[in-house]
């Protein structure tokens, strides 16, 4: 199936490494141009490098960007916009790491959520511009109990997904169709299930033994879902929770 992809333009945050970067490559490869970004100008300069090296269709380019500081955040959309010509696609792949003390859940708020809706504000006008996809990278954590219970990052999630299934409608009438892809456990190289099954084999041993298919997923499985819900293939599908997880929860998704 053509997904009418070459040609977009995307851009994704916090994409040189794991979801991010699958993301950003499973695109290119479709034909989209795609701007990426980290807080570290090594890896963006790597991560460019290699992936324009890849003889994917579509081209990137990218740029250091700190999604705790709006401005950072605002200013890379404008750059990004101004390098592609456009914006077609907004993944918002970023979030905080769960936080130890209460205080610190401000980092996962300034991260998750606050990226997201002045994000979304500064890329809104280019991406209704003859329509355009709003993508936001949930959680599985956010529909069912797991593990210790909801911390800062299955509960910033949760408001991640909220509020980008609520603007549907509203940024739907101006062309914006507005979906999540909640992943279940996923592993990915050096994140966060590969240092659980390094420090935590116990845990990550029982994970793997309820999931239906036997083995936890992997990053192509989440990137594939995402270019799906990006496409023309799914010009109609706007205000839905995709679950990436392999059958790993337990609950009847009505």
Known sequence: MDLGLAGKKALVTGSTKGLGRAIAETLMAEG??????????????????????????GQCV??????????????????????????????????????????????????????????????????ADGGGSLISIGTTATAEHFASGSGSYSAFKAAVTNWTLGQAQVLGKEGI?????????????????????????????????????????????????VAFLASDAARHINGANLFVDGGFCKRVNY
């Open 177 to 225: 169709r507005c979906n999540v892809v909640s992943p279940g456990p996923i592993m990915v190289e050096g994140g966060d299930w590969d240092m659980i099954k390094a420090n935590m084999p116990e845990f990550y041993e029982s994970s793997q033994k309820v999931h239906p298919a036997g083995d936890l997923g992997q990053p192509q499985d989440v990137a594939n879902a």
């Open 32 to 57: 989209a141009s795609v701007a990426i970004c980290s807080r570290t100008e090594a890896d963006v300069e790597a991560a460019v490098e290699a992936m324009n090296g890849a003889g994917h269709a």
């Open 62 to 127: 990218g740029a250091v960007c700190d999604a705790a500081e709006l401005e950072s955040v605002e200013g890379w959309i404008g750059s990004s916009a101004e390098q592609l010509g456009g914006i077609d696609i907004y993944v918002h792949n970023t979030s905080g790491k769960p936080q130890r003390k209460l205080a610190d859940w401000v980092n996962n708020h300034n991260i998750d959520l606050v990226s997201l809706v002045g994000g979304v504000a500064a890329a809104k006008e280019a991406m």
